[in-house]
């Protein structure tokens, strides 16, 4: 079981590495995380709702994604509350206290099942923790951390980040706020995000060893550029005002700019890692009106609160940036973002929101927010020719569709994909998001469409194109980057940790990348 101190150490990255390791080394293993906290999802072969973290990990282990890979999500809604996902589907909308308190006990079950149907499928199962296993006014009703590690019977390895600053206090603070068993379980400790020269930190892991009793299992650099998902928007870049502003320019050359306005409850902000990758491209999340000028693109992402960030967009003045904006410049929409981007929000059933909020007209659809929420993933085609006024050969789509609410076409709206789900023998095929006839200014529901390199890539094309850019002279494979990224991940893993150690906590063996072919 992978621990940390705190969140975004790395146990999410450090999880996904031992899945593809073990996996290399020719054993069945599986991830698993009881409990996740995140706005950032992915749906499952059969249309479930699970933490992208897991999906991640699935596949840096070369299997697909299971809904008993995260029995539990847990999705902020903002006002103290969250919606709980239960095996994928909406369970409930429970304020902490009350799922903490009240609920969580109900759910252990379903946990407990969901981890035995994994470990009884494969050699090894790698679990990961959340936040801290020390936060200790919850530890009472906490099924994600030591309480699961005992379920497993699990060898800790815990995670401290030096980035931030006071690794060795975390480490040990940690340790010493755990019960005397518990602190038993905890195998060994991991110094992640270093960067310098190592011998330097020597001096302080002897002494940290000394202290907590148990080996350092390495230290892991500081890797930059890994196209890799962020579990949730602790690493979102957003600009508060320090990044570099967009300069005006003629330059032909010069990259396309694309701004994704940072919602307050923004979700799926991975829907943008392949954009932001592009050698061609300077993405920015923003915030504020100024952060706005000079983009040659505005998009809209996802939200899990969606009428609520449409009124904070007002509130900021944003909803007037981006009307002005889209009189003569690019406008997408995903999602939620789509949504807004419509006529009106109504929530009959108050799942977000009390009441009916106008939207800001920009494309002629209507939404009605419903109790069920539409998981699948889908596949399918571009419904117009052009795409921001540039003419487009045939492009098939691909992504996945997680959201609340049936929006419907008004007099003129024009579709912007006709989709099929996978997951859905009977569908024969749904009609997806809206484009203006002019074809600057579109929507859609699916998530992903930008990590398809054939619309990607188009999509780029067709903004030059209609800005009079130069067109893109180097282009990123991004599903070939993420596998690059997964294995110089696990790579640098297995030469950073004592990788014998951690196999035979889970009695297997460590060949090692040099025998790895005779063995198997």
Known sequence: MVLGT???VGKSLLTAALCRIFAQEGYRVAPFKSQNMSLNSAVTPEGLEIGRAQALQAEAAGILPSVHMNPILLKPSGDMSSQIIVRGKIWGKLTASDYHLRRVEELMPIVRESYEMLASQNDVIILEGAGSPAEINLKQHDIVNMR???VADAACLLVGDIDRGGVFASLLGTVELLDPQEQDRIRGFLINKFRGDVTLLEPGIRMMEDRLDKPCLGVLPYLSGLMLDEEDSLGLPVDKGDMAPWLRSTDPERLL???????????????????SAEPSVSLHFCRSREQLSEADVIIVPGSKQTADDLLWMRAEGLDDVLLNYARTGLVGGICGGMQILGEEIHDPHEMEHVGVVAGLGLLPIHTTMAPQKITR????????SSLFGQALLPLRLSGYE?????TRYLDGAQPFARLKAESAMEDQGHLDGCITPAGRVFGSYLHGLFDDDAFRHAFLTAARAFYGLAPITLVNNWQQKREESLNRLADTVRQSLDMPAIFAWANLTYEG???KEERL
């Open 6 to 8: 705190s969140s975004h």
């Open 148 to 150: 699961m590690a005992e």
């Open 257 to 275: 700019r694309i701004a994704v306005i940072a919602l307050p409850s923004f979700s799926n902000f991975t829907d943008f890692d392949a954009l």
């Open 377 to 384: 993933i889908s596949n399918g085609s571009l419904s117009p």
């Open 402 to 406: 997680i959201h609340l609410g049936e």
């Open 513 to 515: 990348p040099g025998n």
